[in-house]
């Protein structure tokens, strides 16, 4: 169900606000350059900045616009697992086809108090459930084990999103969860070795400015164009490394400003790159041609 290049998309911000128009605008060019789903409120939606109302309008504006032609998975995890519930319970109500949810972050907690927080999202809705595993932002790694503690025992846990650049971590939960568990790449720079090991695709960064090449790599693999796949991965390379100079989405964020997607607005503590960095990405933009 949620196979090939799905976008981590931004939140577009104009005065401060939620520029609901661009967000629109920028999910039908996704679904036009062949995305295959959209994520709204993850890491890069900034969903940390969003107060709750926000965060609501954010996925309904996503649920609606989609209208059912791509999957729809809602970032509705928090650190507080009350709250993760109400958000999943409110995506869910909204029309959501799933929800993304990443391992608590700065409380630290332990294996046991990891399978508690998700088994008790899962238990709270009926929708499907990524795990996002992402310890360099959260502090805690879900090990293989617990996640398939997981997969075992809650039906709806059907993926994970793993972001910990370990390919032997990712091995073992191939190995340990059911066939049918969906690995997925939360790494832009790691998707073909993902693919290579068994994963299903990718949610991706770098999609919100090239979608289709993204989606193009997945599906040419899928196919078995092993040689397509690998000439598209070294291709989108140097831009994806650019889009990772500074904190997501500061970067990704930019580039769109540059190329007139969306304002570059950012919400603090996240701030406009270096200048060092922002030339580095524009050269990086314009050596793929964009700029």
Excluded: W
Aim: hydrophobic share 40%; with cysteine; glycine share 8%.
């Amino acid at each position: 169900m949620f196979a090939g290049s799905i976008v981590a998309i931004v939140t577009p911000f104009e005065n401060g606000k939620i520029d609901e128009k661009r967000f629109r605008d920028l999910i039908e060019l996704q679904i036009k350059n062949g995305s295959s789903g959209v994520v709204p409120c993850g890491t890069t939606g900034e969903s940390a900045t969003l107060s709750v109302e926000e965060h609501q309008r954010v996925i309904k504006i996503a649920i609606e616009q989609v209208n059912k032609r791509v999957p729809v998975i809602a970032g509705t995890g928090s650190n507080s697992t009350q709250e993760a519930i109400t958000l999943t319970r409110d995506a869910a109500e909204a029309g959501a086809d799933g929800s993304l949810q990443v391992s608590p972050y700065y409380n630290r907690p332990t294996q046991k108090g990891l399978y508690e927080h998700f088994k008790a999202i899962a238990e709270a809705v009926d929708i499907p459930i990524i795990l996002y595993n992402i310890a360099s932002r959260t502090g805690v790694n879900i090990e293989p084990e617990t996640i398939a503690r997981l997969a075992a025992d809650c039906k709806n846990i059907v993926g994970v999103k793993e972001a910990s650049a370990n390919l032997d971590q990712m091995s073992r939960i191939k190995a340990l969860c059911p066939k049918d568990f969906q690995l997925i790449s939360g790494d832009d720079s790691l998707t073909l070795p993902i693919l290579s090991i068994g994963g299903i695709g990718i949610i991706s960064v770098v999609a919100n400015i090239v979608p289709k090449d993204v989606a193009s790599m997945v599906l040419e693999f899928q196919k078995g164009n092993i040689k397509g796949a690998q000439a598209l991965h070294y291709k989108l390379l140097p831009l994806i490394k650019a889009v990772f100079l500074e904190t997501n989405p500061i970067p990704v964020k930019t580039a769109m400003g540059l190329l007139g997607m969306c304002e570059p607005d950012l919400r603090l503590p996240m701030c406009p790159m270096l200048p060092e960095n922002l030339e580095k990405l524009k050269k990086a933009l314009k050596d793929y041609g964009l700029l």
